[in-house]
T-cell receptor, first 112, second 112 residues
């Protein structure tokens, strides 16, 4: 059973545009929601993460919006650049320090 | 950049062979994980360990086994490789007081 559902599967955005990736979860006990970025031939790397006690977290061009009542969270990439082209995974974990449940990933292509 | 290493990076072997995928980290992390990543990108947890002499199976059924004799080392073994084992295998580690998982570069395994 997929614990974290991610959409869209793929996304094409023009340079300078906003990329938006959405995730939904079922388990209300999840308390840690990271986003990972993966480039071809590399392992995933943590991009940004949020805890459920805040509704938004911003780091540079990357923002997580979190809606606890809807059990949804999303990643916004402002001013998208070709270098942002990668696969993005949302995830959630129980008690913060345990195994991550990943979404299926979104392949982002930013065109020049 | 995190100090977590995987060898080999690429491996092509015949059916029935025994193989061991190596994973080492130099950060002194207690928690380590193995994920299997499909060509379609999704990551599945196959094994995890919360410390020396502690190993557990993950959500995805796997015919592989793991051991954790030393903190820094978490090898994964396939006793008899099959074509269905063809995949990318990612190792990750996590500190005791940290939420972040650090991933290695992965081993791409092809069983012919």
């Amino acid at each position: 059973q997929q614990q974290v559902k991610q959409s869209p599967q793929s996304l094409i955005v023009q340079k300078g545009g906003i990329s938006i990736i959405n995730c939904a979860y079922e388990n209300t006990a999840f308390d840690y929601f990271p986003w990972y970025q993966q480039f071809p031939g590399k392992g995933p790397a943590l991009l940004i993460a949020i805890r459920p006690d805040v509704s938004e977290k911003k780091e540079g061009r990357f923002t997580i919006s979190f809606n606890k009542s809807a059990k949804q969270f999303s990643l916004h990439i402002m001013d998208s650049q070709p270098g942002d082209s990668a696969t993005y995974f949302c995830a959630a974990s129980l008690n913060s320090g345990y195994a991550l449940n990943f979404g299926k990933g979104t392949s982002l292509l930013v065109t020049p | 950049e995190a100090d977590i290493y995987q060898t080999p990076r690429y491996l092509v072997i015949g059916t029935g062979k025994k193989i061991t995928l190596e994973c080492s980290q130099t950060m002194g992390h207690d928690k380590m994980y193995w994920y299997q990543q499909d060509p379609g990108m999704e990551l599945h947890l196959i094994h995890y360990s919360y410390g020396v002499n502690s190993t557990e199976k993950g959500d995805l059924s796997s015919e592989s086994t793991v051991s954790r004799i030393r903190t820094e080392h978490f090898p994964l073994t396939l006793e008899s490789a099959r074509p269905s084992h063809t995949s990318q295998y990612l190792c990750a580690s996590q500190g005791q007081r940290s939420y972040e998982q650090y991933f290695g570069p992965g081993t791409r395994l092809t069983v012919t």
